[in-house]
């Protein structure tokens, strides 16, 4: 659909700047469009890497696990100490055998620019959800002996990590495009 929008904008832009409302107002729509098309395959791109290495039903664990702050989070189901320490190895495995495939999706997407932002905002995504695990399993009340168990990367050096990947376009193989 990327694809298709890209070339929808083409003629709009070959006009440079005008002063047609209808022009501007079809540049506005395509863009708005364009972006949540993005968004929606950025989200889902993320929910499937979530859902792969086992760390969704412990991120729905843990939200509920805030609603609840007279919980420690390491009593919650699903949260035990074990449980989380290895969905979050499987968070770890799977970003450094991902071979740059953050997101297949973005395979498909023929602008450069849109590939890379698209990967892009999949991996700060996914670097904001370890973020914030982070902060959760390290807080004192989370009732971790031993935090650094769990989450065995700081969230720089899974941003790192996750940095190097728009670097390769989202293709599995540099100089692929």
């Known amino acids: ?8 904008e083409a003629p709009l ?14 540049r506005a729509m395509l863009l708005s469009w364009r972006s949540s098309v993005v968004a929606t395959l950025v989200e889902a791109g993320a929910d499937e890497f979530l859902k792969r290495c086992g760390l969704a039903p412990k991120l729905e664990a843990l939200q509920t696990a805030e609603a609840e702050p007279q919980l420690r989070l390491s009593e919650k189901p699903g949260l035990e100490p074990l449980a989380l320490a290895a969905a979050m190895r499987s968070f770890y495995a799977e970003l450094f055998r991902m071979d740059g495939m953050l997101l297949p999706a973005a395979e498909g997407i023929t602008s450069p620019l849109l590939r890379v932002q698209a990967v892009q ?16 399993v390290r807080r004192e009340d989370s009732g971790y002996k031993r935090p650094w168990a769990i989450v065995q990367q700081t969230p720089q050096e899974v941003e790192t990590l996750l940095n190097m990947l728009p670097k390769l376009g989202g293709c599995s193989r540099e100089g692929e495009r």
């Open 121 to 136: 905002e999949c991996a700060h995504r996914l670097a904001a959800t370890h973020h914030h695990i982070n902060s959760l």
């Open 1 to 8: 659909m990327l694809n298709y929008m890209e070339l929808l």
């Open 13 to 26: 832009l070959s006009l440079g700047e005008t002063k047609s409302p209808c022009v501007t107002a079809s």
